[in-house]
């Protein structure tokens, strides 16, 4: 009993930890069972790691063709090829789902470590730690298919505690890890090498690490991404306002902030902000320059035209998280120093109701609103028939199907989304799902198309699942 006593916050942390992975693993997994997760993104990611695992290195299809190219012409998340062993225990793109809750739920052990060491006071920590599970921003990452720019949210965590305890080199391999996430992830590492510079006797260090950061940064977005897509990243079309390439949409964005603060200022915008801070209370903004950390993503996010980046239902957000934790310990520990009349008990509780509320309002848990519950609640109808034809399914075939059977079928050379690919696959399947982001509207032609063709035959059909066999 003395020993419960004496760790009874840890102990609580502990069973934080575990309710978190329990409740993220069964809610993935069964996602992924009822087909409430799609090609996009799940069934990317698990293709590049399947090809990865069986000799063919960081390939996957053209999620807009028909042809198999390097996963670097879109993103480099070389943290993919890292964990592929993990399909030596389990060739099942549920291990991903599995490892990145995993990961993100260190993140929470991290928080109670990061504050123990700066505010010295276990209650507090502790309340960080729940804040963080049930942080509205994080559930959603978690729940959002699998991406390995999520690992950045513990990641970078870790970095910034070994830094605290003066441990660098440990520091320096998460920051790796956290870099070969994705390839702006690069920009935060550059901005860890100054925050090293600050750091006792660390000044050569932090300016290596800067150097190689903005090199390697450099390099992905000026040469490897646009050499291995045919052109500049994909993704700068989103930006089109700014520039037509790399260059000229940054120097736009510091030269010219009259064109930048109107966009911010968009409602849309500001609510992202709303729905990122006020969990803990807007008080990561009394010490804004550990936000400077998350400035690269709030920019890349804020200013996109494509509306989903500034939303915090998906991946979008992972490296803006860890420092809105961050700043938010070191401005309790600043409320502490300027009035001891406010006491950690009171500011607590001021995190503790922001916390829930939060969640309440605008979260995904059970307890929320709007939870996002439809896994537990709207089963498929007959999905264990319809995992047995899938699994039938010879892996050299090649297979054209509607977006969300395709994290069922990535494991193979060629997967394509209707569509692409009909003229040369093996098999057409649909599941024609009525629902958000599954509407049977835009495959439906197609559906029609292929039952009254000659080429095609029906090989099974049972609920709203049809299989098509090519002649």
Same mark, same amino acid.
């Given at each position: 009993m003395k020993f419960l006593f004496k760790h009874k916050y840890e102990i609580v942390l502990f069973l934080l930890f575990i309710s978190y992975v329990i409740y993220f693993t069964a809610a993935t997994f069964l996602k992924y069972d009822n087909f409430y997760m799609g090609r996009f993104d799940l069934g990317n990611m698990a293709q590049t790691v399947w090809n990865t695992h069986h000799g063919r290195i960081f390939t996957f299809t053209d999620p807009n063709g028909v042809d198999n190219l390097s996963r670097l012409a879109f993103h480099a998340d070389f943290m993919l090829i890292f964990i592929s062993p993990l399909y030596y225990l389990w060739e099942d793109p549920r291990i991903l789902l599995l490892t990145q809750t995993l990961v993100i739920a260190f993140g929470g052990i991290f928080v109670y470590l990061i504050s123990k060491e700066i505010l010295n006071n276990k209650l507090i920590s502790l309340v960080l730690s729940f804040s963080f599970y049930i942080y509205p921003a994080v559930n959603y990452v978690n729940l959002f298919d699998f991406h390995a720019v999520s690992f950045t949210i513990t990641l970078f965590l870790a970095a910034f505690y070994f830094i605290l305890k003066r441990k660098y080199s440990i520091s320096l391999i998460f920051l790796f890890l956290a870099g070969i996430t994705k390839e702006e992830v690069w920009v935060v590492n550059a901005i860890f090498g100054i925050?090293?510079?600050?750091?006792?006797?660390?000044?050569?260090?932090?300016?290596?690490?800067?150097?190689?950061?903005?090199?390697?940064?450099?390099?992905?977005?000026?040469?490897?991404?646009?050499?291995?897509?045919?052109?500049?990243?994909?993704?700068?079309?989103?930006?089109?306002?700014?520039?037509?390439?790399?260059?000229?949409?940054?120097?736009?964005?510091? +030269? @010219?902030?009259? *064109? $930048? !603060?109107?966009? #911010?200022?968009? =409602?849309?915008?500001?609510?992202? /902000?709303?729905?990122? %801070? &006020?969990?803990?209370?807007?008080?990561?903004?009394?010490?804004?320059?550990?936000?400077?950390?998350?400035?690269?993503?709030?920019?890349?996010?804020? +200013? @996109?035209?494509? *509306? $989903? !980046?500034?939303? #915090?239902?998906? =991946?979008?957000?992972?490296?803006? /998280?860890?420092?809105? %934790? &961050?700043?938010?310990?070191?401005?309790?520990?600043?409320?502490?120093?300027?009035?001891?009349?406010?006491?950690?008990?009171?500011?607590?509780?001021?995190?503790?109701?922001?916390?829930?509320?939060?969640?309440?309002?605008?979260?995904?848990?059970?307890?929320?609103?709007?939870?996002?519950?439809?896994?537990?609640?709207?089963?498929?109808?007959?999905?264990?028939?319809?995992?047995?034809?899938?699994?039938?399914?010879?892996?050299?075939?090649?297979?054209?199907?509607?977006?969300?059977?395709?994290?069922?079928?990535?494991?193979?050379?060629?997967?394509?989304?209707?569509?692409?690919?009909?003229?040369?696959?093996?098999?057409?399947?649909?599941?024609?799902?009525?629902?958000?982001?599954?509407?049977?509207?835009?495959?439906?032609?197609?559906?029609?198309?292929?039952?009254?063709?000659?080429d095609y035959k029906l090989v099974y059909s049972v609920n709203n699942f049809y299989a098509f066999k090519k002649n």
């Open positions: 925050y090293l510079t600050f750091q006792p006797k660390q000044r050569n260090l932090g300016i290596l690490v800067f150097l190689v950061s903005s090199l390697v940064f450099y390099f992905l977005i000026w040469q490897a991404i646009p050499k291995a897509l045919g052109g500049n990243h994909f993704a700068l079309s989103f930006y089109r306002d700014f520039g037509d390439n790399p260059t000229q949409v940054i120097k736009t964005l510091i +030269l @010219s902030p009259h *064109k $930048v !603060l109107p966009i #911010i200022l968009e =409602q849309e915008r500001l609510d992202y /902000i709303k729905k990122l %801070f &006020i969990p803990l209370g807007y008080m990561s903004f009394l010490s804004p320059q550990y936000l400077i950390f998350a400035l690269p993503d709030l920019a890349i996010d804020l +200013l @996109s035209k494509n *509306k $989903v !980046l500034h939303q #915090i239902y998906y =991946q979008y957000s992972s490296a803006i /998280i860890p420092f809105v %934790f &961050i700043s938010t310990i070191f401005s309790l520990k600043k409320i502490s120093k300027i009035t001891q009349m406010i006491s950690f008990k009171v500011l607590s509780s001021i995190i503790l109701i922001t916390a829930i509320s939060s969640a309440y309002n605008f979260g995904p848990l059970p307890f929320a609103k709007k939870p996002q519950d439809q896994m537990f609640k709207k089963p498929l109808e007959k999905r264990w028939e319809v995992d047995n034809f899938i699994r039938s399914i010879p892996t050299d075939s090649k297979v054209s199907t509607t977006n969300n059977l395709g994290s069922k079928l990535s494991h193979r050379q060629y997967i394509y989304e209707i569509p692409n690919g009909i003229e040369r696959s093996d098999y057409l399947l649909f599941l024609l799902k009525n629902e958000e982001n599954q509407s049977i509207k835009s495959v439906q032609s197609y559906y029609i198309k292929i039952k009254n063709s000659k």
